[in-house]
């Protein structure tokens, strides 16, 4: 079982920065896929940004060129940087992540979720 556990949401006006932080903790034998989602209200969860293992990142249009995603292997963490925020980017961010099981196979799991809000 692998436990999420994000942080760094909170509110921020137009044009701030925010870093989110997921933590994964459990057994595993390792971390697959990690990334972040988020969901507006009235909207669809959609993908932000994902890194894999190998450290490939692959981002949505809509925040190419002012978020970056990056991970720690070494704490288990995957980051989220958000400069140049907009009030669309007001959302619940989730943060998912692949993990292989110790005795084979892999399962995905997602974080409890942390609040975006961007004001005008």
């Known amino acids: 079982q692998v436990q999420l556990v994000e942080s760094g949401g909170g509110l921020v006006q137009a044009g701030g920065s925010l870093r989110l932080s997921c933590a994964a903790s459990?057994?595993?034998?390792?971390?697959?896929?990690m990334g972040w989602y988020r969901q507006a209200p009235g909207k669809q969860r959609e993908l932000v940004a994902v890194?894999?293992?190998?450290?490939?990142?692959n981002y949505a249009d809509s925040v190419k060129g002012r978020f970056t995603i990056s991970r720690d292997n070494a704490k288990n963490t995957v980051y989220l940087q958000m400069n140049s925020l907009k009030p669309e980017d007001t959302a619940v961010y989730y943060c998912?992540?692949?993990?292989?099981?110790?005795?084979?196979?892999?399962?995905?799991?997602w974080g409890q979720g942390t609040q975006v809000t961007v004001s005008s």
């Open positions: 890194t894999t293992s190998g450290g490939s990142t």
């Open positions: 998912n992540a692949g993990a292989r099981r110790l005795m084979g196979g892999s399962s995905d799991y």
């Open positions: 459990g057994t595993f034998f390792r971390l697959d896929a």
